[in-house]
């Protein structure tokens, strides 16, 4: 390890250390999903299963609540609800990474790990440089830099990034997010025999082709994978205009289906659709474990969109993962489903209820809390609006085939909304912690995700329906992550 790694690293513990009262005080801090220890978390980086051990690397700035030269943070867990700190993964020490180690993943061979990541390079006048960079670990928590072994191809500005590695018929495959000269986002592919020499195939999804041709000026956090008898293929665009009900934040999260030919080198898709439709979800990583799940992280939060903002940045902290979710494919749609092992929060028996509402607002004995989950099933709404109130300062609407989500806004505490086309609402399952939510409607059909900060004395959830409604509640209190103690 050089001395700058050393130093950095000392720096980024004293960090950790010299706030961590502060941290800990904000009635903020989450208590099932995945945080920073201190300064802004973004993307999940590096998800692999390995020995038995699910690894989550992601990208940490540990000096303030901004962006800038990122470290790779390390949290390790066998079961998604006991975690282990790990070691600091990756410093911006050396010349080809300093200023940050950026995005990218990890993958098994021979019995190591090895992480590819981007090392971003600015000079005094803001000029990037882009490598793409491995590291290679035994021991799946030091990792050993081999310096860059993918340059910037022709064709491409620096904006080149988050590389994604996988192994297919006893090849490797790396895809990268892009922007080309004419500065259309784009995923540009790379293959390889032995992960350390790579040859560039060609841009594998937009760059001005094919249906993601004029979409964006800049595709984040690609990711192929397989997925039942399709290849799907994730990406962060940025520069869409809102459209409708579509697209309403900064930047996009979402995914194509189609048909990946690793002989042609080719991939051949339909259109783009949204991961998530709530406010707070971008740059998703999966990986496929031992059981054969592919499972997803992602950050649940969007650059550039009111970041600063965050009452948590006066605690020193900023930003957090969405839980894990399982995919799977349902026709050409991608469904979306919190990994079971989450039921290992629940703190006790579930608190049932059988609700037929006329017109009218109410509690529901004993549904309340600032950290539980909630399934609704069988809803059967034959007219008029269903809701659900968190907290005061989130609300869930099922209207004339639209589903809607509110929150109040943590800028100006304006209500701000985002919403689907919803055919038929069945049923939710809904995650909610001190300050966020995640819904998952119908079965995983859609989700929705977001932030929100409600007064950290509110409990209550509230059910109304215009006309009637008839439905199912189950209701558990969710316990701490990390040694699964209670909640307060
Ligand atoms: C996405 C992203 C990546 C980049 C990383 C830097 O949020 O901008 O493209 O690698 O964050 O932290």
Aim: hydrophobic share 30%.
């Amino acid at each position: 390890m050089s001395t700058k790694d050393r130093e950095l690293r000392e720096r980024a513990y004293e960090s950790v250390e010299k706030y961590k009262e502060t941290v800990n005080k904000d009635p903020y801090r989450l208590h099932y999903h995945i945080m920073p220890p201190v300064g802004l978390l973004n993307d999940p980086n590096g998800f692999i299963h390995w020995n038995g051990r699910y690894h989550l690397f992601y990208q940490w700035m540990p000096f303030k609540t901004g962006h800038g030269a990122k470290f790779w943070g390390h949290v390790s867990t066998e079961d998604f609800i006991n975690w282990r700190e790990e070691e600091i993964a990756l410093t911006p020490s050396e010349w080809y990474e300093k200023n940050g180690c950026y995005s990218g993943s990890a993958i098994e061979h021979d019995g190591k790990m090895y992480i590819f990541y981007t090392g971003n390079v600015k000079d005094e006048n803001g000029n990037r440089e882009t490598y793409q960079c491995l590291g290679i670990s035994e021991d799946g928590v030091n990792v050993e830099k081999k310096g860059p072994v993918v340059e910037l191809p022709e064709g491409y500005t620096p904006h080149f990034r988050d590389p994604k590695v996988w192994k297919q018929d006893d090849q490797f495959y790396m895809v990268v997010g892009a922007q080309t000269l004419d500065k259309k986002g784009a995923v540009a592919l790379f293959s390889s025999d032995n992960l350390t020499a790579w040859s560039y195939e060609g841009d594998l999804a937009g760059g001005g082709k094919g249906p993601l041709k004029d979409f964006g000026y800049m595709f984040e956090c690609p990711d192929l994978f397989s997925l039942g008898e399709k290849d799907m293929l994730i990406i962060s665009p940025q520069g869409l205009k809102p459209d409708g009900m579509k697209y309403r934040n900064v930047y996009q999260s979402g995914y194509v289906v189609g048909y990946f030919d690793p002989k042609g080198k080719s991939y051949d898709h339909g259109e783009f659709e949204e991961l998530d439709r709530g406010f707070d979800f971008y740059a998703p990583q999966t990986t496929e474990d031992s059981k054969g799940r592919r499972l997803m992280f992602a950050w649940m939060s969007v650059p550039d969109q009111n970041e600063q903002d965050h009452p948590t940045v006066e605690y020193q902290w900023l930003h957090n993962m969405t839980l894990p979710r399982e995919l799977k494919m349902v026709g050409d749609k991608l469904y979306q489903l919190p990994v079971e092992e989450l039921e290992g929060l629940r703190i006790g028996e579930a608190l049932s209820h059988r609700v037929t509402l006329r017109n009218e607002v109410r509690e529901l004995e004993g549904v309340n809390g600032r950290a539980v989950e909630l399934r609704v099933n069988d809803i059967s709404l034959v007219e008029g609006w269903f809701e659900i109130a968190i907290h005061d300062a989130a609300r869930i609407v099922y209207s004339n085939g639209v589903f809607t989500l509110e929150r109040k806004s943590y800028v100006d505490g304006t209500v701000e909304n985002r919403q689907c086309i919803l055919e038929k609402l069945d049923s939710l399952t809904i995650y909610i912690d001190t300050s966020s939510v995640e819904v998952f409607v119908n079965g995983g059909e859609e989700v929705f995700t977001a932030r929100y900060y409600p007064a950290a004395s509110q409990r209550s959830i509230t059910f109304g329906a215009s006309k009637e409604c008839s439905f199912s509640v189950e209701k558990w209190d969710l316990g701490k992550r990390g040694d699964g103690s209670a909640a307060s």
